[in-house]
């Protein structure tokens, strides 16, 4: 079996204790500088906010059981959506992908100790918690029903909600992802192993950089715009206000610079996960990686130039909607690209369903629906007829849930055994994957169908004929619901009761599963170098590797 | 370097390569910092576009005195800045704490005057609302976005002028190494953000109207 680095008998164990063991006091958690034990601290964070905003939209859909306003008024409807949106967009999308398992594997699939400023990654932690206090807060005094987009002037003249304690939740939680943004830079350029050269890194480790390169330049402008909200609406300075000369569509256009983007702040991470987890469960190596890179790259860079087509019956004009149109076309190739090599990459492949596996291949199914409803939303005579509709909810929960957090879970379960040490009972895991992809459709596609018949996106109440697609979305948010909270169970159980995992459960490749699991505080022993490209699962001259990772584990473990 | 609070952090390895990283990141967190004023200046130049002639009329009414002393003042601090970075890489404790304070000492210079500016604006009620002097509805635009952009930029400025006070006492104190440390070097590029910004906002803000 040949490794991305040298063969994996090479790099000593060390028996250094393991992250996890390098202390147990409070303070040694929320005070570490280890990027590890930060990623963890995302997660426990990022989990609470996932529930809080499930919680939310639980009640978004018991209300839509019925045609009429039976559970709560139109008033407290607002507030939930708004709840439910700010939350999975800000605290649970942005962050989860990228700070929970971009800080634990970035350092490890480089070979890295730590990233290049520890301490700056642990500061974003605090921003990320104090801007969610905040929202919290906001929530707590009474909630907020402008929408996760805040547009003017509702926002700044009329709402009388908790709209500057949410904008300032939110501009602090954009400070933290700046900030990781730069350190994730920094760290793939100045940190790399000897001999891991750009196109020997992991598909995972480009897409976190992408990621990264439009958190840095695209939030800055979300901030802005949070500012002059800001300005507006608490300082009285007219900077939107139409009656004061102002313009609220340049709010959308300044929204959307960031908020589009944030699109693939949030898929791009996503792509990563897939790419590992399709290449290691089909045993072959992935197909056409330089283009696959090249795919992100161009997908982080053309995301800058699509934002208006979120505008496209805002009051803008013709010719800027034709261009916006047709690069919002263009920025779908490269996510095509990757969906083929996906394929390609599964076709001949040994393909195991392991769970991880399962996800990744939900993933590839949702996001692909999703993806190609975003060319209805591109073309603009269907967009003017769906806008503000359910179809256009439908389409980005695809994209979102179905596509990223399928990868979430995906990722959840392929490094689980690496970051906690343990394997989860499979059964119950797969059970769960394949609830999930269900669960998924029989929520989301009966609003494809509903939105298209004209079904306006945000009322509590509606006509009697669309109740059956209601129905239809709210029974499978149920089932959606159930399989969401599993993987909490068995996951939970697996820390105490679940077989040791080992250092290479999957046998994949990548310098990550070359340490121990969970890996020691400094990461490796002694820094590693690496001398073959990623993925290599079929290396010249051998046979494809047997793969049995159930039957290992326990005399292989660190 | 003889008293050594040590200057190689984790997860560095050694200190060439940790000064490379930590000026790589502080120009990622700069290029960061240009869009985020980029999207104001942008708002700004949409506004000025639409309505060129209350931008005029109300650009005339800020005072051009107090800003263009600023604007030398900041150009000064960036020198005293520069000379002090590159003293730090000689070791000349003496010059760098010097030309730390001076630039402090500038920087305050630039609020204090900004301060004095700003009495002015509201002793002739040039913030937006019902006692606003000029006619058009633009003028008001023009002064919502001046508050904010220079507001923006005074809290950059406080942020540097404790930057580089920390600096100066660490080296007064002789709390710090010089050579070789990164601090000195990512303060400097941030300071001198905070005076590539004046010099935008400069004609931005004051020229306007003055032509004619």
């Known amino acids: 079996m040949t490794t991305i680095a040298a063969p994996s008998g090479d790099l000593p164990v060390s028996s250094e204790p393991s992250y996890l063991s390098a202390g147990y006091t409070l303070g040694s958690w929320l005070g570490t500088s280890d990027h590890k034990r930060i990623a963890i601290l ?22 839509l059981f019925t045609p009429e306003a039976d559970v709560v008024t139109a008033d407290t409807y607002n507030r939930l959506f708004t709840l439910h949106g700010v939350i999975m967009v800000w605290f649970f999308m942005i962050p989860s992908i990228p700070n929970i398992f971009g800080n634990f594997l970035l350092p490890l699939m480089i070979g890295a100790p730590d990233v290049a400023f520890p301490r700056l990654n642990l500061m974003s932690w605090y921003l990320n918690i104090g801007g969610a206090s905040l929202t919290i807060y906001a929530l707590i005094a009474g909630g907020v029903d402008t929408g996760w987009t805040f547009y003017t002037p509702f926002s700044t003249m009329f709402s009388n909600t908790h709209v500057l304690a949410t904008a300032a939740g ?41 990621t990264s390169i439009v958190m840095v330049l695209a939030t800055p402008v979300l901030a802005i715009t949070l500012i002059l909200i800001v300005a507006e609406r608490w300082l009285g300075l007219p900077i939107f206000d139409p009656s004061r000369g102002g313009d609220p569509v340049l709010f959308q256009h300044l929204f959307w610079f960031y908020s589009h983007p944030a699109v693939y702040i949030m898929v791009l991470p996503a792509m990563g996960v897939v790419s590992e987890v399709i290449t290691c469960f089909a045993r072959r190596r992935v197909f056409g990686y330089t283009f696959m890179v090249y795919a992100m790259i161009g997908i982080a860079g053309i995301g800058f130039f699509v934002w208006g087509h979120h505008m ?43 769970a991880p596996m399962l996800y990744a291949l939900g993933f590839l199914g949702l996001f692909t629906i999703g993806g190609l409803t975003g060319l209805f939303l591109a073309s603009i005579p269907v967009d003017v007829h769906v806008t503000d509709t359910y179809f256009v909810v439908a389409h980005f929960h695809y994209i979102m849930v179905g596509g990223t957090v399928s990868a979430f879970f995906a990722a959840l379960h392929f490094w689980w055994p690496k970051i906690t040490g343990r394997l989860y009972p499979e059964t119950w895991a797969r059970f769960a994957a394949i609830l999930m992809f269900f669960g998924f459709n029989f929520t ?7 939105g298209y018949l004209g079904m306006p996106r945000r009322y509590h109440v509606y006509p009697p004929e669309f109740q059956v697609y209601n129905v239809l979305s709210s029974a499978g948010a149920v089932i959606l619901a159930a399989a969401y909270l599993m993987p909490l169970g068995y996951l939970a159980w697996s820390l105490v009761w679940g077989r040791r995992a080992g250092r290479n459960p999957w046998d994949a490749t990548g310098l990550e599963w070359q340490t121990a699991s969970p890996p020691p505080r400094e990461n490796f022993p002694r820094t590693p170098h690496v001398d073959v490209g990623p993925y290599d699962y079929h ?19 660190a | 370097m003889t008293q050594s609070p040590a200057v190689l952090k984790e997860p560095w390895q ?10 790589f990141g502080i120009w990622v967190f700069l290029a960061s910092e240009l869009l985020f004023f ?22 005339r009414e800020t005072d051009i005195w107090y800003g263009t002393v600023n604007t030398a003042v900041l150009l000064t601090s960036s020198l005293t800045m520069a000379v002090a970075a590159q003293g730090a890489e ?15 000492l500038l920087g305050l210079t630039f609020g204090i005057l900004k301060g004095f500016e700003y009495a002015e604006d509201i002793r002739k009620s040039l913030i937006p609302g019902p006692d606003f002097p000029l006619q058009e509805p633009a003028a008001q635009l023009f002064f919502a976005l001046y508050w904010t952009m220079t507001g923006l930029h005074a809290i950059h400025l406080t942020i540097g002028i404790g930057l580089v006070s920390r600096l100066c006492l660490l080296g007064a104190l002789g709390r710090i190494v010089l050579r070789g440390n990164p601090q000195f070097e990512v303060t400097a590029l941030y300071w001198h953000l905070i005076d590539v910004i004046w010099i935008i906002l400069y004609p931005l803000i004051y020229l306007p109207g003055r032509a004619s």
């Open chain 1, 42 to 63: 995302y997660a426990i964070s990022v989990t609470l906010f996932f529930f809080l905003g499930g919680i939310a939209v639980t009640i978004v859909r018991v209300e």
């Open chain 1, 170 to 210: 939110v501009f602090l939680a954009g400070f933290s992802s700046i900030a990781t943004g730069v350190n994730f830079i920094a760290t793939t350029h100045m940190l790399r192993a000897p001999g891991m050269t750009w196109f020997r890194l992991p598909l995972f480790v480009w897409a976190i950089y992408a």
């Open chain 1, 312 to 354: 496209f019956v805002a009051g803008m004009s013709p010719y800027a909607g034709l261009i916006f149109s047709f690069l919002s076309f263009v920025v779908a190739v490269p996510s095509a690209i990757k969906v083929f090599n996906w394929t390609a990459t599964l076709y001949r492949g040994q393909i195991s369903f392991d």
């Open chain 1, 444 to 450: 989301f596609f009966p609003q494809f169908i509903v």
């Open chain 1, 539 to 557: 290396p010249e001259g051998m046979s494809p590797a047997p793969y049995q990772p159930r039957h290992r584990g326990q005399g292989d473990q």
């Open chain 2, 14 to 23: 050694d200190l060439g390569r940790q000064r490379e990283g930590a000026a």
């Open chain 2, 38 to 59: 980029g999207g104001m200046i942008l708002l700004y130049t949409v506004y000025r576009v639409e309505n060129p002639e209350a931008f005029a009329a109300a650009a």
């Open chain 2, 90 to 104: 000689q070791d000349w404790r003496r010059l760098v704490v010097w030309c730390l304070a001076a630039t402090a």
